[in-house]
């Protein structure tokens, strides 16, 4: 059966690159996958996992066979005619997409009557027409294209890829989108076929969905402080109605990681840049920016000036589960306390490789308790479970001050108190 499964090619072994690569390897495709960046690849090929992601090293040790990785185009023009763009689109200073890898990719196309481009990166509306005209304006014609945008969010990326929600297939209804289709079809997902530029426009949409979820509950913590209601609370009571649900109800530092931001503001730009203004975005993008620094005012309604305070930084990364540091808070969040004049130090269980680079003058440690030794106060800035289940009596014994920040609202605030330490929250009413 495995054998009946065309190749593939993935251009762009990065998060969603690799995990696409690793999972339509374990559903038995024979994948063939580019990158330029050569260090990659040679790691790759020694059987190497470069990210962090719960399971895909497994994957791709048990699919060995099945993967193959080069720094060149052509062994994967040569064996598969469906050709999956991962490559990244970081946001400009404009705040637009920067589209230059899709372009080099697209660039790289020799004439063909035989191959597609199946874009799961990450690009705004209208971006596939314009691939479409190039490659037509080149001689190009015989290219198929289809948009198929990633939902997948790190940490659970396998799983996600495995046991999507849906598959977007947007394409001009031509051999590539039924072979997309085809492909899918083990995982059963609810198939959304469509135009090209409404896939592109449900990608954004979604992201940018979520995301004004995330800074609207933010907002009622903020209001909650003010009003001396808890948001774990409120959020338990609005989420029970389905029509709102329980997820992405969570208040926080805010959203960070590199789709979020960069997803909303590029449809807020690509909105303005078609004559929209979208309001709504502008204020969720502000109530972002604006929720990483609470913390440090948390931090100096206890502690006064910050000048000469030991604080710790428990999680680094923009999420558990992932070595993720884009557009993290702990970014934000140690330049504020080091411009107070506090000393930070940090721990992170796997990111800490990417962040020493990041985190200059931050001091870290190899565990939670190491962080915690002889500190003012900690703030736990990401929800790894080794943080929720940490020793607090440990914890208090180690630490020189009692503050416990806790930006995700993850701890049993009576398991810090009991250990004689002082709870803060988000949203969760006033400290005692
Ligand atoms: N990371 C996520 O959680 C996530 C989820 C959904 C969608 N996306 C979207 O998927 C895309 C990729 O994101 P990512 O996080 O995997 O990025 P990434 O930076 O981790 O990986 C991108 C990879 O592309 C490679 N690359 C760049 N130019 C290339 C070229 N011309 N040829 C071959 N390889 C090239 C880079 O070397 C890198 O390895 C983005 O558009 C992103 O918005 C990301």
Request: net charge negative.
């Amino acid at each position: 059966m495995a054998s009946e499964r065309p190749p593939i090619a993935v251009i762009g072994t990065g998060y969603v690159g690799l995990v696409t690569a690793a999972g339509f390897a374990q559903l038995g495709s024979e994948v063939w996958c580019v990158d330029i960046d050569t260090d990659k690849i040679a790691r790759l090929e020694r059987g190497e996992v470069p990210i962090y992601e719960p399971g895909l090293a497994e994957c791709v040790v048990a699919n060995r066979e099945r993967l193959h990785f080069s720094d060149q185009l052509a062994p994967a023009l040569e064996h598969s005619r469906l050709l999956f763009v991962a490559v990244g689109t970081p946001p400009t200073y404009s705040g637009d997409a920067d589209l230059s890898a899709v372009h080099a990719v697209v660039d790289a196309m020799p004439v063909s009557d035989h191959h597609a481009l199946i874009m799961k990166s990450t690009v705004p509306v209208g971006t596939g027409e314009a691939i479409k005209r190039i490659l037509a304006e080149r001689g190009k014609t015989g290219f198929s294209y289809v948009s198929c945008p990633e939902f997948l969010k790190e940490g659970d990326a396998l799983d996600d890829f495995l046991h999507p929600d849906r598959v977007v297939v947007g394409d001009d209804g031509d051999w590539a989108g039924d072979a997309v289709v085809e492909l899918y079809a083990p995982l059963s997902a609810p198939i959304v076929r469509t135009d090209v530029a409404s896939a592109e426009m449900i990608k954004l949409a979604a992201n940018a969905f979520l995301a004004t979820k995330i800074s609207f509950i933010n907002e009622i913590a903020n209001v909650c402080e003010e009003t001396g209601a808890d948001v774990v609370e409120v959020a338990r009571g609005m989420g029970l109605d389905h029509r709102i649900g329980q997820s992405f109800l969570k208040p926080g530092l805010g959203f960070g990681g590199s789709c979020f931001p960069k997803d909303v503001s590029a449809l807020k730009q690509l909105a303005g840049n078609s004559g929209y203004h979208f309001q709504l975005l502008t204020a969720v993008i502000e109530v972002n920016e604006l929720q990483k620094r609470r913390v440090v005012a948390k931090l100096q309604k206890h502690l006064g000036s910050l000048v000469g305070r030991k604080i710790a930084l428990l999680g680094l990364a923009f999420k558990p589960h992932t070595d993720d540091m884009r557009e993290a808070s702990s970014l934000v969040l140690a330049a504020r306390l080091q411009a107070d004049g506090a000393k930070v130090y940090a721990y992170d269980p796997v990111a800490e490789e990417v962040a020493r680079s990041l985190l200059v003058g931050v001091e870290f440690a190899t565990d939670a308790l190491e962080a915690l030794t002889g500190v003012d106060a900690c703030v736990v800035v990401t929800e790894w479970p080794e943080f929720t289940t940490l020793d607090w009596s440990e914890a208090q014994a180690r630490m020189s001050g009692t503050l416990v920040v806790d930006g995700r609202n993850c701890l049993e605030p009576s398991s810090v108190t009991a250990a004689g330490l002082v709870y803060e929250g988000i949203g969760r009413g006033a400290p005692e």
